[in-house]
Structure formats: C-alpha cells, structure tokens
C-alpha cells in the first residue's frame, strides 16, 4: 500500500451498536481510540482529505457506535465510540464500553489501533493504564497527539520530552506523529505511518 491511498474514495460502510455484529469483511482495519473530544473524528477525516465524512462534534460521547469507513475497497476505518475516563484510574478498563473491549480483544481484523491524545493534556495516568491494557492484549499501536496546534514552542518542547519518556516505558508502541486538524500538520506523517505499518 501506498499513502496516496488516502486521497481515494472513502465512504460509509457500516455501524455496529451490539457486540459480535461486525461487518463480514477481509479488509484489513485501522481503528481510531481515544477518549471523548480529542478529535478521533477530525483526525479521519483529515486522513481522507473530506471535511463532513466522520461527524463531528463539540460535545463528548457524540459517537456511540463503531462506525466503518471503506476506503478505495483496500483498507477499513474504524471510528471507535470516545470514551470518559473514570475519576479513578483502576476503573478505567472496565469501564471502558462493553462494545469497544470486545471489538480490541476480538477484531481479527484490526491490524493498527491508532490511540489519539490531546496535546493539552499530555500522557496521563489514565492513558497509561489503558495503554497496559492495549499492551496486555497485544495490540500494535500509534501513538498520534493530536491539538498540537494549541501549544506554544515551550509547552511544545515540554511535551516532546513527556512523550519520549512514555514511548520509552511503552515499547510497544511503533512510532508517534503530532497532529493538527486544523492546520494539517503531520497529516501526511500520519499517513505514511500508517501505510508502512500495516
């Protein structure tokens, strides 16, 4: 495959809302996590180069489906519901919906988790026990940070090195892309990023 996959049609394919009602495909599936409001819809987007493909929204929780997007009959994307992190991190995984952790632990399908933070709020600790729980699972990620737009070059640099550390303690992820919707940047890293790791 090649990143200019990315500028070919991509369209609704199909939604799930009940475990083990998934789509009978053979494509391979890139999936897209995050919690509530990071942009896990504007981020498909921008990948597709279409503004209105995935729905957006200000408000959390807007997504409460597993939404498909076939992409050029070659790759499926996977818009999984954004999910609330709990007030304390050890609930976290099970509260993670019924749906997702069944579609992350039994998806043969799923070949990449793409795991979208926002820049503002840097690595947590709730994002890292779900991240022990991607690593436990056997996932293979991308870490994509996405909002980058909305930090200056001091909270830029700081966060770079919060970023390394992580990437240092978790090495299961492959490689991580900053990202701006808005202003397009790291788009195309992501794309490539994605291509070479599928």
């Known amino acids: 495959m090649k990143a200019d996959l990315f500028q070919k049609d991509c369209e609704f394919f199909y939604?799930?809302?009940?475990?083990?009602?998934?789509?009978?495909?053979?494509?391979?599936?890139?999936?897209?996590?995050?919690?509530?409001?990071v942009?896990?819809?504007?981020?498909?987007?921008?990948?597709?180069?279409?503004?209105k493909l995935v729905r957006t929204s200000n408000t959390p929780g807007s997504t409460i489906k597993i939404n498909y997007f076939k992409l050029a009959e070659r790759l499926m994307l996977v818009d999984l519901p954004?999910?609330?992190?709990?007030?304390?991190?050890?609930?976290?995984?099970?509260?993670?919906?019924?749906?997702?952790?069944?579609?992350?632990?039994?998806?043969?399908?799923?070949?990449k988790l793409i795991?979208?933070?926002?820049?503002?709020?840097g690595i947590k600790t709730e994002d890292e026990v779900l991240l022990d729980?991607?690593?436990?699972i056997g996932i293979s990620v991308i870490l994509v940070v996405n909002k980058i737009d909305k930090l200056n070059k001091t909270e830029i640099t700081k966060l770079d090195i919060e970023i390394q550390h992580n990437l240092n303690k978790f090495k299961f992820i492959e490689s991580m892309v900053n990202v701006s919707c808005t202003k397009?940047?790291?788009?195309?890293?992501?794309?490539?990023?994605?291509?070479?790791?599928?």
Do not use: M, Q
Not at 17 to 36: Q, V, Y
Not at 133 to 136: R, Y
């Open 15 to 37: 939604s799930v809302t009940d475990i083990g009602k998934h789509p009978k495909t053979n494509l391979p599936e890139i999936a897209f996590l995050g919690r509530s409001n």
């Open 39 to 51: 942009g896990k819809s504007s981020v498909i987007n921008a990948l597709v180069n279409r503004k």
């Open 82 to 111: 954004g999910h609330g992190y709990a007030k304390r991190a050890k609930h976290l995984v099970e509260d993670l919906g019924h749906l997702i952790k069944d579609y992350l632990i039994n998806r043969a399908n799923l070949k």
């Open 115 to 121: 795991f979208i933070t926002d820049a503002r709020r």
């Open 133 to 136: 729980f991607l690593n436990n």
């Open 184 to 198: 397009g940047y790291g788009i195309k890293k992501l794309r490539e990023c994605i291509v070479s790791n599928i």
